[in-house]
C-alpha cells in the first residue's frame, strides 16, 4: 500500500474521531447551571454560558469560579445573619454590616473580573451591561415642575421663580 494512502487513511480516522467527540461534547446553546451552583448565582451563570457560548472547558472554568464565590458569599452571609442576632449595640452591628456587605461586593467584582479575562474587548462590554445594569430612571412625585423641585434640581443650580410663587426657603418664614 502506498505511505500517501495510509496518510490519507489516518487523516480520516482523525477526522471521524474529532467529529464523534464533539457531538458527545455537552452544547451550551441551552446551558443549565450545575448543581453546585444555585439560586441567583446560577441562573446569571447560565445566562452568561447561554449568552456568550464559550468552550467547554472555559465553561467549566466560569462554573468553577461561580461556585467558589457562592461559597464565600453564603459564608459572609451568615455572618452577617449572626452579627445582627448578636446583642450588639446598633452602631456596631451597622458598621459590622457595612464591612461585610462590601465585601460580598468585592467577591462579585472579582468574579466578574475573572470572568470578563475570558472574554473579548466587545464582550467585556456586553458582560458589564449584563452585570451592572443601569439604575432605572423614576419619578419620585409623578409629573411635577422640575425647576421648582428640590429634589431634582441639582446642587448649585438656581432655580426660577414666578413672579408671586415665593421659594422654599422662604414658605418657612412667617407672613409678614
Do not use: Y
Request: glycine share 8%.
Amino acid at each position: 500500500m502506498p505511505q500517501h494512502w495510509k496518510t490519507k487513511r489516518n487523516g480520516w480516522r482523525a477526522a471521524l474521531g474529532l467529529a464523534f467527540m464533539l457531538a458527545m461534547a455537552p452544547s451550551h446553546s441551552n446551558a443549565q447551571a450545575p448543581a453546585e451552583v444555585s439560586g441567583a448565582e446560577g441562573r446569571m451563570l447560565s445566562a452568561l454560558l447561554e449568552r456568550f457560548e464559550p468552550l467547554p472547558s472555559v465553561g467549566q472554568i466560569w462554573t468553577g469560579a461561580f461556585a467558589a464565590a457562592a461559597e464565600k458569599s453564603e459564608a459572609v452571609k451568615a455572618e452577617v445573619d449572626s452579627v445582627e442576632r448578636s446583642g450588639l449595640a446598633e452602631a456596631e452591628v451597622l458598621v459590622r454590616v457595612g464591612a461585610l456587605r462590601q465585601e460580598l461586593k468585592v467577591i462579585r467584582r472579582d468574579r466578574n473580573a475573572f470572568i470578563a479575562g475570558f472574554l473579548t474587548p466587545l464582550q467585556q462590554l456586553a458582560l458589564d451591561s449584563i452585570v451592572n445594569p443601569p439604575a432605572p430612571s423614576i419619578q419620585h412625585f409623578g409629573f411635577h415642575d422640575r425647576l421648582k423641585c428640590m429634589v431634582c434640581k441639582k446642587p448649585g443650580e438656581g432655580a426660577v421663580f414666578p413672579s408671586g410663587v415665593k421659594r422654599p426657603d422662604q414658605l418657612l418664614t412667617p407672613k409678614e
